[in-house]
C-alpha cells in the first residue's frame, strides 16, 4: 500500500483550536489541491476524532474528478477510512452517507451491537487487534489493503498521524502552513500521540507558495 498523508496548519502548527473547532487556514487553492490527492486516492483515511469534531464527508467536491473516476472504472469516490477503536463513529455521521463506501476499523473486542449499529448504516466493519486500547495502525492498514485499497490518503488529525509516522508507513507527506497563528497549548498540533524522544527526520523534496500560505512537501 502506498500512504500520502496531508494536513493544514498555522504558522505555530496547530490543525485546529483548542476547542477542537475546524477552521479555515488554507484557502481554495489548497483545497483544490487536496481535491486532486483525495481524487487519486482508494481510500481517505482519518482517525475518530476528526469525525466527532468536524463531522466531514471526506467525498470529492469537483464534478469532473469524480466524473474522470467513473470513466476509470473506479466508484465516484474513494472509500471512507475511519480508525475507530471503539466503534464511537456517530450512526449519523456524514462519512456514511451513500455518496461512498465506508471503512471503519474497530478493535476485535468491540461491543457488537455497536458495530451492528454502524453497518446498518452502512460502513463495513474491519476488527483488528488494539494491544493498547487502540486499533493497531500496521493491522488496520493491512485490512484496508485485503478490501482493495493500493493507495491510501491520510486526512489526520495529529493522534492518526504520530501512529503512522511511529510504524514508518508514510511515503508522502504535504503541509500547507497557513499565514495564522492559533495558539494553545492543547489545541491540536500536526503530530501529538506520545511524541518522539529524539526528532524523526524529513527529507523536504519542494516548498510552493499556495494561497496566502506554503505547501511543504517531505519523504519521510
Ligand atoms: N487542519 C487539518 O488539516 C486537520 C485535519 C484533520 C483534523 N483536524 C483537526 O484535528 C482534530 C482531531 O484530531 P485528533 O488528533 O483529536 O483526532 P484523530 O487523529 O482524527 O483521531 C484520533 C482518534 O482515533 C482513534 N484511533 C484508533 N486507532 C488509532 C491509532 N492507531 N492511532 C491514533 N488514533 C487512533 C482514537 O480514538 P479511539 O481510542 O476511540 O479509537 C484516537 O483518539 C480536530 O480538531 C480537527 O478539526 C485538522
Known amino acids: 500500500m502506498y500512504v500520502v498523508a496531508n494536513a493544514a496548519v498555522s504558522v505555530d502548527g496547530k490543525l485546529s483550536t483548542r476547542e477542537r473547532r475546524q477552521v479555515a487556514i488554507s484557502g481554495p487553492a489548497d483545497f483544490?489541491?487536496?481535491?486532486?490527492l483525495r481524487a487519486a486516492a482508494d481510500a481517505v483515511l482519518v482517525g475518530v476524532g476528526t469525525i466527532l469534531a468536524d463531522?466531514?464527508?471526506?467525498?470529492?467536491?469537483e464534478e469532473d474528478r469524480q466524473v474522470g473516476r467513473l470513466q476509470n472504472g473506479r466508484p465516484a469516490n474513494p472509500a471512507r477510512a475511519l480508525l475507530d477503536s471503539r466503534a464511537r463513529t456517530p450512526?449519523?455521521?456524514?462519512?456514511?452517507?451513500?455518496?461512498?463506501?465506508?471503512?471503519?476499523?474497530?478493535?476485535?473486542?468491540?461491543?457488537?451491537?455497536?458495530?451492528?449499529?454502524?453497518?446498518?448504516?452502512?460502513a463495513t466493519v474491519h476488527r483488528v487487534a488494539a494491544p493498547d486500547g487502540r486499533v493497531d495502525v500496521t493491522a488496520a492498514l493491512d485490512a484496508l489493503?485485503?478490501?482493495?485499497?493500493?493507495?491510501l490518503f491520510v486526512e489526520g488529525g495529529g493522534e492518526v498521524f504520530f501512529s503512522l509516522f511511529d510504524a514508518?508507513?508514510?511515503?508522502?507527506?504535504?503541509?500547507?502552513?497557513?499565514?495564522?497563528?492559533?495558539?494553545?497549548?492543547?489545541?491540536?498540533?500536526?503530530?501529538?500521540?506520545?511524541?518522539?524522544?529524539?526528532?524523526?527526520?524529513?527529507?523536504?523534496?519542494?516548498?510552493?507558495?499556495?494561497?496566502?500560505?506554503?505547501?511543504?512537501?517531505?519523504?519521510?
Not at 456514511?96 to 448504516?121: F, I, K, N, W, Y
Open 168 to 220: 514508518d508507513l508514510v511515503d508522502e507527506f504535504t503541509v500547507f502552513v497557513g499565514s495564522t497563528v492559533i495558539g494553545g497549548r492543547d489545541a491540536p498540533t500536526l503530530i501529538d500521540g506520545e511524541g518522539f524522544l529524539s526528532p524523526s527526520d524529513l527529507t523536504l523534496v519542494d516548498v510552493e507558495q499556495v494561497d496566502d500560505g506554503v505547501v511543504l512537501s517531505y519523504d519521510p
Open 145 to 151: 489493503e485485503t478490501a482493495g485499497v493500493d493507495r
Open 55 to 61: 463531522d466531514p464527508s471526506l467525498t470529492l467536491n
Open 32 to 36: 483544490d489541491r487536496v481535491d486532486r
Open 91 to 122: 450512526t449519523d455521521a456524514r462519512v456514511l452517507d451513500d455518496e461512498a463506501a465506508t471503512h471503519l476499523v474497530v478493535d476485535e473486542d468491540t461491543d457488537e451491537e455497536r458495530t451492528r449499529a454502524l453497518e446498518t448504516a452502512g
